[in-house]
């Protein structure tokens, strides 16, 4: 095999590495802000943050149904509580909670 043909596979698996980890399309997103029955206002980067502590949580316990009730009504159940304190993220909770009173229009009460 020459070494550009090795180059050449290198980069083509450059871009594929790169392609798999980006980030969903914004109206993916969207469309999950949307669905969790947010009604405030809709910031990618707030939602990307909160949903990354759900995503994060079902990383570590692998439990499918996690991920879902981490997220349920708008980060605002009981679930989305626990999973900051297992990720031991509790000293940003009080961001957290300005957060959700955007994404979800209202106090979170957690």
């Known amino acids: 095999m020459h070494l550009s ?3 050449v596979a290198c980069a083509a698996l450059l871009t594929l590495a790169l392609g798999a980890a980006a980030p969903p399309p914004h109206h993916v997103a969207r469309r ?3 669905n969790l029955q947010c009604k405030g206002v ?5 939602f990307a943050r909160l949903d990354r502590i759900c995503d994060d949580c079902y990383n570590l316990f ?3 149904e996690l ?3 981490c997220r349920k009504d708008c980060f605002t159940s009981d679930y989305f509580k626990g999973c900051v304190e297992v990720l031991q993220e509790t000293d940003q909770l009080d961001v957290f909670k300005k957060y959700i009173i955007k994404l979800h229009g209202a ?3 957690i």
Not at 42 to 46: C, E, G
Request: charged share 25%.
């Open 107 to 109: 106090d979170p009460g």
């Open 5 to 7: 043909s090795v180059r």
């Open 42 to 46: 809709y910031d990618a980067s707030i």
């Open 62 to 64: 692998r439990e499918p």
């Open 32 to 34: 999950s802000f949307f």
């Open 67 to 69: 991920y879902t009730l």
